[in-house]
């Protein structure tokens, strides 16, 4: 079925995404030539394909992961020497906001790769590590994927279920992994386990760099998943694996610090996709409106209770915009508390999901057609307010300064 006419709610030629408008004053102009980059990319190479993709329920083609890594998006926050592009959180978060305009499963593909595989490397690895490492994962040859998420428990960063349990010179690692992203290309997984089940809080867990094809590990890709379609989402199962003890990123019985270091950052980038589908949200309701004729021959966006919805879409992109660029400042100069970075995520995925809820309304019935778009957008913002950390659990992360 092919939907024509006003139904569509394309930009006009000479109207900027209002995102654009608000970027190109938050951001200096490098900055801003990335992300206008990154933007045409993501209206050349994904925008025309990626009904089909849904429509053939297929993950995002390796032809399309290879043009981000020809693109250099692998390797971002990666530094020139060891063959990345030197660039840092906010590079990281405008990848996410020009890709996530169209699809956050696309957008996530990326993302996920360096805020939760490379940078740990980054942060946390040692030298022989990140030569051994990061240039593979900058160019796209390697990808790494988190595993922190566990069957029953979520993202607990304190109190893993998989155990690694020392014999001799090495270690031997057992359990599941759960809600991987990115695990069908996944090189190595970032192993979240516990090491020390009697040592105080926040000092019982040990992370290791254990390779996917490495004897006793297996994976799954997680079937029947409604939102991030186009993403890889996996269980990885670990049986009786062996791993040196060079394989440990950070310091043993410091893999909270790892995982909640990681979080950080990676809460940050779930915000920006929750901004960029209010983004794309915003222009597909203010053009609508505009275009919907209704009883007195008069457009839909003149009446008030329509206005009053799309001024709140525009509003809370401002602000989340705005607090976003603040944020990856202080991340980058390592002093964004987990408090702040949760209110952000918590702030950004609720009220965007609620405003795409209330436009949908106001498109009506053709809001519920993959073509339009919005429907895509609704589904996968219900995935901002639970992933990195469900809102509900942030939210009791959050209160504890207000406590006495």
């Given at each position: 079925?092919?939907?024509a006419?006003?139904?569509?709610?394309?930009?006009?030629?000479?109207?900027?995404?209002?995102?654009?408008t608000?970027?190109e004053?938050?951001?200096?102009?490098?900055?801003?030539?990335?992300y206008?980059?990154?933007?045409?990319?993501?209206?050349?190479?994904?925008?025309?394909?990626?009904?089909?993709?849904?429509?053939?329920?297929?993950?995002?083609?390796?032809?399309?992961?290879?043009?981000?890594?020809?693109?250099?998006?692998?390797?971002?926050?990666?530094?020139?020497?060891?063959?990345?592009?030197?660039?840092?959180?906010?590079?990281?978060?405008?990848m996410?906001?020009?890709?996530?305009?169209?699809?956050?499963?696309?957008?996530?593909t990326?993302?996920?790769?360096?805020?939760?595989?490379?940078?740990?490397?980054?942060?946390?690895?040692?030298?022989?590590?990140?030569?051994?490492?990061l240039?593979?994962?900058?160019?796209?040859?390697?990808?790494?994927?988190?595993?922190?998420?566990?069957?029953?428990?979520?993202?607990?960063?304190?109190?893993?279920?998989?155990?690694?349990?020392?014999?001799?010179?090495?270690?031997v690692?057992?359990?599941?992994?759960?809600?991987?992203?990115?695990?069908?290309?996944?090189?190595?997984?970032?192993?979240?386990?516990?090491?020390?089940?009697?040592?105080?809080?926040?000092?019982?867990?040990?992370?290791?760099?254990?390779?996917?094809?490495?004897?006793?590990?297996?994976?799954?890709?997680?079937?029947?998943?409604?939102?991030?379609?186009q993403?890889?989402?996996?269980?990885?199962?670990?049986?009786?694996?062996?791993?040196?003890?060079?394989?440990?990123?950070?310091?043993?019985?410091?893999?909270?610090?790892?995982?909640?270091?990681?979080?950080?950052?990676?809460?940050?980038?779930?915000?920006?996709?929750?901004?960029?589908?209010?983004?794309?949200?915003?222009d597909?309701?203010?053009?609508?409106?505009?275009?919907?004729?209704?009883?007195?021959?008069?457009?839909?966006?003149?009446?008030?209770?329509?206005?009053?919805?799309?001024?709140?879409?525009?509003?809370?992109?401002?602000?989340?915009?705005?607090?976003?660029?603040?944020?990856?400042?202080?991340?980058?100069?390592?002093?964004?508390?987990?408090?702040?970075?949760?209110?952000?995520?918590?702030?950004?995925?609720?009220?965007?999901?609620?405003l795409?809820?209330?436009?949908?309304?106001?498109?009506?019935?053709?809001?519920?057609?993959?073509?339009?778009?919005?429907?895509?957008?609704?589904?996968?913002?219900?995935?901002?307010?639970?992933?990195e950390g469900?809102?509900?659990?942030?939210?009791?992360?959050?209160?504890?300064?207000?406590?006495?």
């Amino acid at each position: 079925m092919s939907i024509a006419g006003p139904v569509r709610a394309t930009l006009p030629c000479n109207m900027a995404r209002r995102i654009d408008t608000y970027l190109e004053s938050l951001i200096d102009e490098d900055k801003f030539a990335f992300y206008e980059a990154v933007r045409d990319f993501g209206d050349a190479e994904i925008a025309p394909h990626l009904l089909g993709w849904e429509r053939e329920h297929q993950l995002v083609p390796d032809s399309c992961i290879r043009a981000m890594g020809d693109l250099g998006l692998f390797g971002l926050p990666i530094a020139e020497e060891h063959g990345g592009q030197g660039g840092d959180h906010t590079d990281l978060c405008l990848m996410g906001l020009a890709l996530g305009y169209h699809s956050q499963s696309v957008a996530i593909t990326p993302g996920a790769a360096i805020s939760l595989g490379a940078k740990p490397v980054q942060l946390f690895g040692t030298d022989e590590q990140k030569k051994a490492h990061l240039p593979a994962l900058a160019n796209g040859e390697r990808m790494f994927v988190f595993g922190l998420s566990e069957p029953g428990r979520g993202s607990d960063a304190a109190n893993p279920q998989v155990t690694a349990i020392r014999q001799g010179d090495k270690w031997v690692i057992n359990g599941e992994k759960c809600w991987s992203t990115n695990a069908r290309w996944a090189s190595h997984v970032v192993v979240h386990a516990l090491t020390a089940p009697d040592a105080p809080n926040g000092k019982r867990s040990t992370c290791f760099i254990v390779p996917m094809d490495a004897p006793g590990v297996f994976y799954q890709e997680m079937q029947g998943k409604k939102v991030w379609e186009q993403s890889s989402t996996g269980s990885i199962m670990f049986e009786n694996v062996e791993v040196a003890h060079d394989q440990i990123l950070g310091a043993e019985n410091g893999g909270f610090k790892v995982m909640v270091t990681t979080l950080n950052g990676g809460r940050l980038f779930i915000a920006a996709l929750a901004l960029s589908s209010l983004a794309f949200a915003l222009d597909k309701c203010r053009i609508y409106a505009e275009e919907r004729i209704q009883f007195d021959e008069k457009p839909i966006g003149r009446f008030q209770r329509v206005q009053d919805v799309i001024v709140d879409m525009d509003i809370a992109l401002e602000r989340g915009l705005t607090w976003l660029a603040h944020s990856c400042k202080l991340f980058e100069a390592g002093k964004l508390s987990r408090e702040s970075a949760a209110k952000l995520k918590v702030d950004c995925s609720r009220s965007a999901s609620d405003l795409v809820s209330l436009g949908m309304e106001i498109c009506g019935g053709v809001a519920c057609f993959d073509e339009f778009g919005l429907i895509r957008h609704h589904n996968d913002l219900f995935v901002t307010r639970v992933g990195e950390g469900s809102n509900f659990a942030l939210k009791d992360l959050i209160v504890r300064p207000l406590r006495k």
